[in-house]
């Protein structure tokens, strides 16, 4: 299930201690106006995270009603050139908000009647190996198939797969339960998926996905690693680090080309947010195509909390919202596009799982509950 609370709280030794003489000055510009201190406690928590080395650097961009509320870059690109990290121009690996990024251009293929998200996957790509259930690319959009996650250290491979070539990861292993009775995250769904949307448009996906939702969405600081080349040389990346108790460390190299739709892009803070915003003004395709894609699947009478490709959830306020949270090697993500309250967060960070969603969900909710309250900046 979407953010759910998992992880064990952060000691964080007096996070405004460092930041005191900052917070004293907004104090007399702003006098007691508990509005307005949410966004220094939301700046603050940001801060210490650098500061008590929690993370290596962070980019949030926030829009609420298409304007920019919230944008700031906190820490370093890179530690050891001491290269600041800007929200507009750091390129982060954005891992599992790439699903997010497929699912769009699956539901413009949709939409172009191409592919029908209920005809098996097998009309599409004949040669995968046959299973003892068949399956439907809805199957694995909602990740009801039952084809299995990574295994030992699959989620590290630094090999030139193509995307047809990577199949041979899983390809000869069974269903894991019979498709439509059960729901288990994974990736390589969306490379199958991938697969098949390129043996539809005759094109490689990277650029069927650039056709469709990149350009037309101007997200133009948003990367395809590149299938020979890892890690990829694109400028402004931050560089990927890893943390264990000694610090942070530079993290191992993958090439996430042949899982690129699963959790392969790199992106901005700010290209997220306009995609999350592309969204709420209806500039994508229409709502009823997008429909299936933003509604939680029902597995036994119960919500998977998972459209297909994006994470339908509500926050522990009751808030509904969809996107993504992703974690892969060197970069860790949240993107949330919340409707009613009309609000967008794209918080990118250059670290395998820093263990901070904790911290994370709580500058998300005193963000939201600040404007909820009545606060413009």
């Given at each position: 299930?979407?953010?759910?609370?998992?992880?064990?709280?952060?000691?964080?030794?007096?996070?405004?201690?460092?930041?005191?003489?900052?917070?004293?000055?907004?104090?007399?510009?702003?006098?007691?106006?508990?509005?307005?201190?949410?966004?220094?406690?939301?700046?603050?928590?940001?801060?210490?995270?650098?500061?008590?080395?929690?993370?290596?650097?962070?980019?949030?961009?926030?829009?609420?009603?298409?304007?920019?509320?919230?944008?700031?870059?906190?820490?370093?690109?890179?530690?050891?050139?001491?290269?600041?990290?800007?929200?507009?121009?750091?390129?982060?690996?954005?891992?599992?908000?790439?699903?997010?990024?497929?699912?769009?251009?699956?539901?413009?293929?949709?939409?172009?009647?191409?592919?029908?998200?209920?005809?098996?996957?097998?009309?599409?790509?004949?040669?995968?190996?046959?299973?003892?259930?068949?399956?439907?690319?809805?199957?694995?959009?909602?990740?009801?198939?039952?084809?299995?996650?990574?295994?030992?250290?699959?989620?590290?491979?630094?090999?030139?797969?193509?995307?047809?070539?990577?199949?041979?990861?899983?390809?000869?292993?069974?269903?894991?339960?019979?498709?439509?009775?059960?729901?288990?995250?994974?990736?390589?769904?969306?490379?199958?998926?991938?697969?098949?949307?390129?043996?539809?448009?005759?094109?490689?996906?990277?650029?069927?996905?650039?056709?469709?939702?990149?350009?037309?969405?101007?997200?133009?600081?948003?990367?395809?690693?590149?299938?020979?080349?890892?890690?990829?040389?694109?400028?402004?990346?931050?560089?990927?680090?890893?943390k264990n108790r000694l610090g942070f460390r530079k993290a191992i190299p993958?090439?996430?080309?042949?899982?690129?739709?699963?959790?392969?892009?790199?992106?901005?803070?700010?290209?997220?947010?306009?995609?999350?915003?592309?969204?709420?003004?209806?500039?994508?395709?229409?709502?009823?195509?997008?429909?299936?894609?933003?509604?939680?699947?029902?597995?036994?009478?119960?919500?998977?909390?998972?459209?297909?490709?994006?994470?339908?959830?509500?926050?522990?306020?009751?808030?509904?919202?969809?996107?993504?949270?992703?974690?892969?090697?060197?970069?860790?993500?949240?993107?949330?596009?919340?409707?009613?309250?009309?609000?967008?967060?794209?918080?990118?960070?250059?670290?395998?799982?820093?263990?901070?969603?904790?911290?994370?969900?709580?500058?998300?909710?005193?963000?939201?509950?600040?404007?909820?309250?009545?606060?413009?900046?």
């Amino acid at each position: 299930k979407p953010k759910t609370k998992n992880h064990q709280p952060q000691t964080i030794v007096n996070p405004f201690k460092k930041y005191l003489k900052n917070l004293v000055a907004s104090k007399r510009v702003i006098g007691n106006d508990s509005k307005l201190m949410d966004f220094v406690k939301a700046d603050a928590t940001l801060q210490a995270l650098v500061a008590e080395k929690e993370i290596p650097g962070l980019a949030i961009t926030v829009f609420k009603e298409g304007k920019t509320l919230v944008q700031k870059g906190y820490g370093y690109a890179d530690l050891d050139a001491r290269i600041l990290v800007d929200p507009q121009n750091t390129i982060f690996r954005i891992a599992s908000v790439s699903k997010n990024i497929a699912a769009t251009a699956l539901a413009h293929m949709v939409n172009d009647g191409l592919i029908d998200l209920d005809t098996s996957f097998y009309k599409y790509v004949p040669y995968f190996p046959k299973k003892k259930w068949d399956f439907t690319i809805r199957h694995l959009a909602g990740h009801t198939a039952g084809i299995r996650g990574y295994q030992g250290t699959e989620y590290g491979f630094n090999k030139k797969f193509s995307i047809k070539e990577s199949i041979e990861i899983f390809a000869a292993d069974d269903l894991l339960f019979e498709p439509g009775t059960d729901y288990l995250y994974n990736s390589y769904d969306w490379i199958l998926i991938s697969l098949a949307m390129q043996e539809l448009s005759g094109i490689p996906f990277k650029d069927y996905v650039q056709e469709k939702v990149l350009n037309p969405l101007e997200m133009t600081n948003t990367f395809a690693p590149s299938l020979a080349v890892s890690p990829c040389r694109v400028e402004n990346r931050a560089t990927f680090y890893s943390k264990n108790r000694l610090g942070f460390r530079k993290a191992i190299p993958v090439n996430n080309f042949y899982k690129l739709a699963g959790g392969g892009y790199l992106s901005t803070s700010e290209d997220i947010a306009k995609f999350g915003q592309a969204y709420l003004d209806g500039k994508v395709i229409n709502d009823d195509v997008l429909f299936p894609f933003l509604t939680s699947e029902i597995i036994n009478g119960n919500k998977t909390y998972y459209g297909l490709g994006w994470q339908v959830s509500e926050d522990k306020k009751g808030r509904s919202y969809f996107g993504h949270i992703g974690n892969g090697v060197g970069g860790y993500s949240n993107f949330f596009v919340y409707p009613e309250q009309q609000l967008v967060f794209a918080i990118l960070i250059n670290c395998t799982n820093p263990n901070v969603q904790q911290d994370l969900d709580e500058v998300v909710d005193t963000l939201i509950s600040a404007q909820e309250r009545g606060v413009s900046l």
